[in-house]
């Protein structure tokens, strides 16, 4: 939140106008699973939690203009608009998609990126993520995908005529070669009876809603999709012109020119 926070002031201070907008992801099987184990009602819970995040920004002084809070009503509003304008395009479809799923990371991984290992605190043997090392677990279910796989040469053909898109150079590297390597269609919704915590996928009430697809909506929401006035759009700041992301999850946040 500090470096976006000083990239905004640092555009006012030229003169420009500058919109920050920042606030927490609270769907997802993640926190499904911690309200569980805390005893709380999953409301409840984001509840406190958010209320947490937004007491760090006004203590670190942080000049935000927008603090969303992805449960809420037009959100859910702005996502369902949103995946009905991909499934109206041809971009999604269904599929029987089978994996190894870390709930931590919110991602599935294939074979080639998980590994056996012996937990040293309790002596079990798990599957975990190579990458990050939370545990995965087998799943096998049908749901709904994005065809992300279709984005693949123009996206490399938009990294070619913008190098400075992702930086630093390191990680647009990085990028170019996850993209290079070959774009897999993405599973971007879950059954209802395993992920119930979530935005229902809006023709079909048994599935809910991936939370990466969910999450990265929001920078649509603050900028009133889809209810904006035509021609109007940048008043509320879309396109955006920059988009601060940990490192550590560049890879699971898709590298596309609408969503930085």
Known sequence: MVLADILKRWEVLRGK??????????????????????????????????????????????????????????????????????????????????????????????????????????????MTSIETGKEVEWASELNYHFRLSAFRDRLLEYYRLNPWFVYPPTRMRDVIQAVTSGLEDLSVSRPVERLSWGIRVPDDDSQTIYVWLDALINYLTVAHYPFQVPGEEERHGWPADCHVVGKDIVRLVPPAPQLT
């Open 17 to 126: 106008q500058a919109i920050l907008s920042t606030g927490t992801d609270e769907h997802g099987m993640k926190i499904q699973r911690a309200a569980s184990k805390a005893g709380m009602d999953l409301r409840s819970f984001c509840d406190k939690n958010y209320k947490a995040f937004e007491l760090l920004a006004k203590r670190a002084n942080v000049d935000c203009d927008y603090f969303i809070r992805t449960s809420n009503s037009d959100h859910r509003s702005a996502v369902q608009h949103f995946w009905m304008m991909l499934k109206e395009r041809g971009y999604i479809y269904t599929s029987k998609h089978e994996g190894w799923y870390a709930v931590s990371d919110e991602t599935f991984y294939p074979q080639s990126a998980v590994q056996l290992i012996l937990d040293p605190p309790t002596g079990r043997k798990m």
